[in-house]
C-alpha cells in the first residue's frame, strides 16, 4: 500500500477494518466554513475596521455579537455528527447501468435531534435525512451501479451544515456496503432448438396430454389453456378456470455460452445469456445455465433465476 493510501486510511478511518456500528468520534470528523462563512467573516471584519476607524461603541458590540453567534453555530454544526452510530441494511441486487440503493440505519443516542444530515457516495447526488432524539432512522443513498459484479460502494460522506450554513462538517464511515450487479440484460428471443438448445423430454406434471382437472387462471399461464365452455356456463364475475394436464413431456432447454460464441466481446455474451434467463423465466420454461467454469441443473422459479444471475455476474 502507497504511503498516501495509508496516510488517508489512518486519517479517515476507511478500510475493512472498520467496527460495527461505525460512531462518529471527535477525530472522524472535519470542518471547515462554507462560501457563505467566508463572507460572513469578511463582512465582520469589515464592520471592525468601520467600528474602529469612528470609535463607534456599538460597532464593537455589533461585531462582536455577530462574531459568538458564528462560534456558537460552528459549535452546533460539529455536535450535530458527534456520536452518530451507522450500520449498513442491505442491499438488492440490480442491473447494470441501473442505480443500487444502499439503506443505512443511523442511530441517535443523545438528547437532541440531529437535523439536516446529508448521506451520499462518490459523485451521486445526497440524501437528506433527520434523526429525532434518541430514536433511529434509516436512509437509502443511492449509488451508479456501471458495472457488473460484486459493487463496493467505498466510503459514505455524511454532512451537516446545521443550524445556520455558515460552517460544513463532514465525516468519511466506511461501513461494509455490498451489492450484486447483474448482466444488462439484451432483450432477444429464446433461440430455437436448432440453434444450440437442447430439450428432453423426461416425464413430468407440465405436460398437456391427459386432462386433470382445472385451477384458477394465474397471469403467467397461457390463454390457449382457457376453459372457455366452464367461463361460459359460469357466473359473470367469477375467476377463469385454466385446464390442467398431466402425462405430457416437460421441455427442459439449456442456455450454454457456446451459443454466443458470434457475439464480439464476453459482455456482450453475458448480456445475451441474462436476456434469455429472464425471458425463458417469463414464459415458465424449465432451464439450465452452461459457462464455461459452471453448470446450473434446469428449474424454474426465482431462486434458480438468482442463481443464474448471480453466475453471470461474477463470471470471471
Wanted: glycine fraction near 8%.
Amino acid at each position: 500500500m502507497a504511503p498516501r493510501q495509508r496516510f488517508a486510511r489512518w486519517l479517515f478511518r476507511l478500510g475493512p477494518d472498520e467496527r460495527l456500528p461505525v460512531v462518529l468520534t471527535q477525530r472522524r470528523i472535519f470542518i471547515l466554513p462554507t462560501g457563505a462563512g467566508l463572507l460572513y467573516g469578511v463582512v465582520l471584519c469589515t464592520m471592525l475596521v468601520g467600528a474602529i476607524n469612528y470609535s463607534l461603541s456599538l460597532g464593537h458590540a455589533l461585531v462582536f455579537l455577530l462574531a459568538g453567534l458564528g462560534l456558537v453555530a460552528m459549535v452546533h454544526t460539529f455536535r450535530n455528527l458527534l456520536g452518530l452510530s451507522i450500520t449498513p441494511g442491505r442491499a438488492e441486487p440490480v442491473f447494470a447501468g441501473e442505480t443500487a440503493h444502499f439503506t443505512l440505519h443511523v442511530e441517535n443516542s443523545w438528547k437532541h435531534a440531529r437535523r439536516a444530515l446529508e448521506l451520499a457516495i462518490g459523485e451521486n447526488p445526497p440524501v437528506a435525512l433527520d434523526v429525532p432524539a434518541g430514536e433511529r432512522a434509516s436512509v437509502v443513498v443511492p449509488c451508479a451501479a456501471a458495472r457488473r459484479g460484486r459493487l463496493d460502494p467505498g466510503r459514505v460522506t455524511l454532512a451537516s451544515r446545521y443550524p445556520l450554513g455558515l460552517f460544513r462538517a463532514w465525516s468519511y464511515p466506511h461501513p461494509p456496503l455490498s451489492c450484486l450487479v447483474y448482466p444488462k440484460p439484451l432483450a432477444a428471443p429464446l433461440p430455437p432448438a436448432s440453434s444450440g438448445m437442447e430439450a428432453s423430454g423426461r416425464r413430468g406434471h407440465s405436460g398437456q396430454e391427459d386432462f386433470s382437472g382445472l385451477r384458477e387462471r394465474q397471469p403467467n399461464d397461457s390463454p390457449r389453456h382457457i376453459a372457455w365452455k366452464a367461463a361460459a356456463r359460469g357466473i359473470e364475475h367469477a375467476p377463469l378456470l385454466v385446464k390442467q394436464f398431466d402425462g405430457g413431456a416437460a421441455e427442459e432447454l439449456w442456455l450454454d455460452w457456446r451459443m454466443t460464441a458470434r457475439l464480439p466481446d464476453v459482455e456482450t455474451r453475458l448480456s445475451l445469456l441474462t436476456g434469455w434467463v429472464l425471458a425463458a423465466e417469463r414464459e415458465r420454461i424449465r432451464y439450465g445455465l452452461r459457462l464455461p467454469n459452471r453448470a446450473i441443473a434446469p428449474d424454474c422459479g426465482p431462486p434458480h433465476r438468482d442463481a443464474c444471475l448471480e453466475a453471470l455476474a461474477l463470471h470471471a
